[in-house]
């Protein structure tokens, strides 16, 4: 156990590390609290705490007659996390999650651009063409949003999804404090992504993407006196 670190810390580790080395999967069973007791050499308490923290962590839940089962993996609950620590500056907010999306969604560049099925790129056609007539937040913000679902929904990867989703809660919670960008301009940085897509161009498709995130989205609104 490391110095300062409290034992149900410990024990809640300890069954994390017992989880992967059985390979158990969503559905299995953990063992008793007996078994885990005399496993972690602890108190039903300690393993109770340690247990609970699983709980809170969506690692597992609680079954009567059953007794702990092993979830599915639950990326919405990344999301959460995600945006409740990240309450605070509006301005730091869409500046900061605006560049974790840029990262991630150029890093994932080939992973979409290869996975993208032709009924997905239909369907970025088709909201890119309804952005040209969109009102700002009111439209285009969800049509935005559906774009960049669609972009990525191939990789499937629910762990990018997670931290995707959680830049746009955090957009959404303060998105009326904020002045969008001209919306030709908006229009035409998806229209390029598309257009890459259709030529099969992975080059034009980098550079895109890479315009896509060139200029800043919104800007704070001058406050009300």
Known sequence: MEKGQKLYQYVYNEIKD?????NLQPGDVLPSEMEMMRMFGVSRNVLRE?????EIM?????????GKIINQFDSGFISSCMFLNLLGSETAIVVQ???????????FARASFDSLSPEGLEKLKDLTERMRTAEPFKDFYSLDEEFH???????GNSVLSAFVDSTWACNKFIKDKFIDEDLDVRYLKHARIVEALERKDFEAYIKALEFHFTEKYMWLKEPVS
């Open 18 to 22: 017992y989880i992967i080395k059985n």
């Open 50 to 54: 340690a247990t609970k923290a699983l």
């Open 58 to 66: 969506g690692v597992v839940s609680s079954r009567n007659g059953v």
């Open 97 to 107: 999650s605006m560049q974790v999306r840029q990262v991630l969604e150029i890093g």
């Open 149 to 155: 679902h669609v972009l990525l929904s191939g990789i």
